[in-house]
């Protein structure tokens, strides 16, 4: 057992008492698990904590699937509430109140952690907590923090609030979530401030920026993580319930917005700002009960249960890589390629893509955009340097025709083929008819070897969408206009016969003498345009009069 292996048992038998370091030690390749949702709460005093806790509810026992990841250091002593627990930056711990600060109460992410595991049986529910009493919003925003601290909130400062931070909310957030986010996954944010901001279209703007530098930094999507806003003491005797107007107008800041409301609930009855125990109680249920409206709900049931000692204990084994080869089968040529077809293998093998993620979230889990248009299945969003590897087989020596069913509004998205790292064919470029709009374009022809090889497509211009790529044999192919051909007969006329020079007869058709057939397939207009070569004309039910016509384009 190597010392890492040895070391991660030793701190998984431990207890939650000690806590362990997410700074350290993380299972090698393995995935976040998908039922640890971890949620970022921040915000001033209300979120930090000012309801009064009652240790044989809120501390006896920590609720199960309810932890916290300490966003500072204290020991059990500094705590508020007498914990008995030690707590250290960057460990994952029970979640007993308080969460915030050593010396603060409880808080609605206390309640609103409880009634999430509550609703989700199975998902284990984990707190980012980070809030600073009396402070702007400014002081949640990386371009502006230190500025903040060094001017209108020089007197925050010196109280020592954001010491517990290193004096960089939000740094401490972001680096606190990278974390979380090797384990779990970050399902949202709740929030709580305003009281000392006036909840303006700047203030909104700047809210709305404090959340998106974390997405960003954290590669995340925020039509998929909600943020849902608590509202402001409103009844009573208050200082704030007039600003909750502004609080309600982030709808129109954020992809995916919730408001807890604050209606009904009652103050400390000591100041003019903070929510009662009950209020705060009730507080952190509706977010909750906005949060789920808003988040996938879905429970894996393959994933291990999470260990809440050390998530990194119950991370999900990453799948092997794919083994790389065709997707189901080599593809037969002659015959189309659908474009989502390409091999098995991942990334800068099968294929390479500029963009993460699927864009249209068809059939496949990989970067390829594949979208689903009303004709059927293509590969979109197609950039400049992309590619895509597929296993073809040639069914037999020849020379094939290559066309392709494509799509794109500027008519200068084009892409090349290869077969076996060689160039094939001509550029095919796209029409510029719109996206909706998909037609067949030439893509010059190819002579082929029989057997299995790799086709490659190669994006070389912006943008074009691809349904597939088509090959058919030339040499095989009936000239156009010969099979079938019928002329009005006379007692002059007679039978004739064209072959290839495989012998392989291609059709038949009637001429008043041999010069007359011979005439016939050169000029016939449909032949001329798609075959050239050689070819020869025989009289029907004679072994000698045979003769040989040369066609050229």
């Keep these: 057992m190597g010392v890492e292996k040895s070391l991660k048992k030793l701190m998984a038998v431990a207890g939650a008492a000690a806590g362990l370091s997410l700074f350290g030690l993380t299972s090698a390749n393995a995935a976040p698990n998908p039922n640890f949702h971890i949620y970022i709460a921040y915000g001033q005093s209300n979120m930090a904590g000012n309801g009064d806790i009652v240790p044989s509810e809120d501390q006896a026992e920590a609720p199960k699937n309810f932890i916290m990841l300490a966003s500072h250091t204290a020991n059990a002593s500094q705590r508020s509430g007498k914990t008995n627990q030690s707590i250290k930056t960057g460990e994952w711990y029970p979640a007993i109140p308080p969460m915030f600060h050593a010396f603060e109460n409880l808080s609605p992410a206390d309640y609103f952690g409880r009634a999430m595991v509550d609703s989700l049986p199975g998902v284990t529910v984990g707190i980012i907590p980070v809030a600073i009493g009396a402070v702007s919003i400014r002081a949640f925003d990386k371009d502006q923090y230190e500025a903040y601290f060094r001017g209108d909130g020089k007197d925050i400062m010196n109280w020592g609030w954001p010491k517990d931070y290193d004096n960089n909310p939000p740094g401490r957030i972001l680096e606190l979530a990278k974390k979380a986010k090797e384990v779990g996954v970050i399902k949202g944010f709740i929030f709580h401030q305003g009281e000392s901001d006036g909840t303006d279209a700047n203030w909104r703007k700047t809210v709305y920026k404090t959340y998106k530098d974390i997405i960003d930094a954290l590669d995340l999507d925020e039509n998929e993580v909600p943020f849902v806003a608590g509202e402001l003491l409103q009844e009573g005797n208050n200082c704030c319930g007039s600003k909750n107007g502004g609080i309600r107008e982030l709808k129109n800041n954020f992809k995916k917005f919730g408001l807890a409301s604050s209606k009904g609930l009652l103050g400390n009855g000591k100041d003019p700002y903070h929510f009662g125990r009950a209020g705060v109680i009730e507080l952190g249920r509706r977010y909750c009960s906005e949060m789920l409206k808003l988040i996938d709900k879905t429970i894996d049931p393959n994933a291990p249960a999470v260990n809440l000692v050390d998530p990194s ?24 390629v659908q474009a989502e077809n390409y091999n098995k293998g991942g990334a800068e093998v099968a294929y390479h893509d500029e963009s993460k993620g699927n864009e249209g979230g068809k059939l496949r889990k990989d970067d390829v955009d594949i979208y689903q248009p009303n004709m059927g299945i293509t590969v979109g969003h197609n950039q400049k340097g992309e590619w895509l590897k597929y296993t073809v087989n040639v069914e037999a020596d020849g ?53 299995e090889h790799e086709l490659k497509i190669e994006i070389t211009n912006d943008w074009i969408d691809i349904d597939y790529i088509e090959f058919k044999e030339i040499s095989s192919q009936p000239p156009i206009g010969i099979k079938n051909v019928r002329f009005d007969m006379t007692e002059a006329e007679s039978s004739f016969s064209v072959f290839d020079m495989q012998g392989i007869k291609l059709g038949s058709f009637t001429a008043k003498g041999m010069d007359d057939a011979m005439n016939l397939v050169r000029e016939n207009a449909k032949l001329r345009k798609q075959s050239k070569g050689v070819f020869f004309v025989r009289k029907n039910g004679s072994k000698s009069l045979t003769k040989k016509v040369v066609i050229h384009e």
Excluded: R
């Design 313 to 336: 204990q119950s991370t999900v084994p990453d799948e092997p890589p794919e083994e790389y080869g065709p997707y189901t089968e080599a593809i037969a040529i002659p015959g189309k």
């Design 399 to 451: 020379e094939y025709g290559i066309s392709a069913n494509v799509s794109g509004e500027n008519g200068t998205g084009s892409f090349v083929l290869y077969i076996d790292d060689k160039k094939i064919g001509t550029e095919i470029v796209n029409e510029g008819k719109g996206f909706d709009e998909f037609t067949t374009v030439d893509g010059g022809k190819a002579t082929l070897t029989k057997g």
